[in-house]
């Protein structure tokens, strides 16, 4: 299939699905891959691939186990040979044993290791295994979903360890890889991306005490993050923005 590729990681529900509605929406991206862990079409997967046809692909990918990271870029090679847009948002914060720390008395070594297995080492390993097929001589774009809790300038509150750590980590393994692609692959961007507090299982819950005109269902997160990404320059990579443009510090 001729024209521009996005592979989205995490697109069958939340915003990295918010996302697949977006790209769909634009007739430049003629095809769209929805990369979940089992890559069964949910109902909604269903209706947009009914809508949108071949433009719309799945494929396996679960960011918590190299062999499938792998296995998912070796088979979206034989279907394309270049991606344009890859945007993680794979990420853990509670459940599957699971649940933000309020107190260094609850740090627990498993949920660190969980953490960091989701939200640092699964990311890097999908800019590892997909990097070839975003190298080429056009613009391309490998960016992850990371979070503001994750910046130790901007940490004034506490708490969240294994999340804070685990994001931090996520944060300086994709600097290193933009350092390092931005000599080998000139045309490729690399970003963190914060998508603010957002309507997911993700954030349910613990957002609480967040106020109405900081809560953004899953389409304007997309909307706005995809706006950022496409006001990236050369410039921009290595670096880390929110959803509203501006950079966060580390």
């Not at 998912?72 to 794979?90: D, E, M």
């Not at 613009?139 to 901007?154: E, F, N």
């Not at 506490?158 to 931090?168: D, I, S, T």
């Not at 349910?204 to 950022?228: M, Q, T, Y």
Request: hydrophobic letters at 45%; aromatic letters at 6%.
């Amino acid at each position: 299939m001729q024209g521009l590729h996005a592979l989205i990681v995490g697109g069958s529900r939340g915003i990295g699905l918010a996302l697949v509605e977006a790209l769909l929406a634009d007739p430049q991206w003629a095809c769209v891959t929805a990369a979940s862990r089992s890559a069964i079409e949910t109902a909604e997967l269903t209706a947009l691939k009914t809508e949108h046809g071949e433009r719309l692909q799945t494929l396996a990918l679960d960011v918590g186990s190299e062999a499938s990271v792998e296995q998912a870029a070796t088979a979206l090679r034989a279907r394309h040979p270049a991606l344009h847009l890859l945007i993680n948002t794979a990420g853990l914060l509670h459940g599957e044993g699971l649940s933000p720390e309020r107190r260094l008395a609850d740090v627990q070594s498993e949920q660190l290791l969980r953490s960091y297995a989701i939200n640092a080492v699964g990311p890097i390993l999908v800019a590892r295994h997909f990097q070839p097929l975003l190298s080429h001589d056009a613009r391309a774009v490998l960016a992850t979903l990371s979070a503001r809790v994750g910046s130790i300038g901007d940490n004034r509150l506490g708490g969240w360890y294994a999340y804070r750590a685990a994001k931090a980590a996520q944060n300086q393994l994709m600097h290193t890889a933009a350092i390092e692609l931005a000599r080998r692959s000139p045309k490729l961007i690399c970003v963190s991306l914060h998508p603010g507090t957002v309507e997911t299982g993700l954030s349910a819950p613990f957002r609480g005490n967040v106020s109405a005109d900081k809560l953004f269902p899953p389409a304007f997160a997309a909307e706005r993050l995809l706006a950022v990404i496409a006001g990236l320059s050369r410039e921009s990579s290595g670096r880390f923005y929110a959803w509203d443009g501006r950079e966060v510090p580390w």
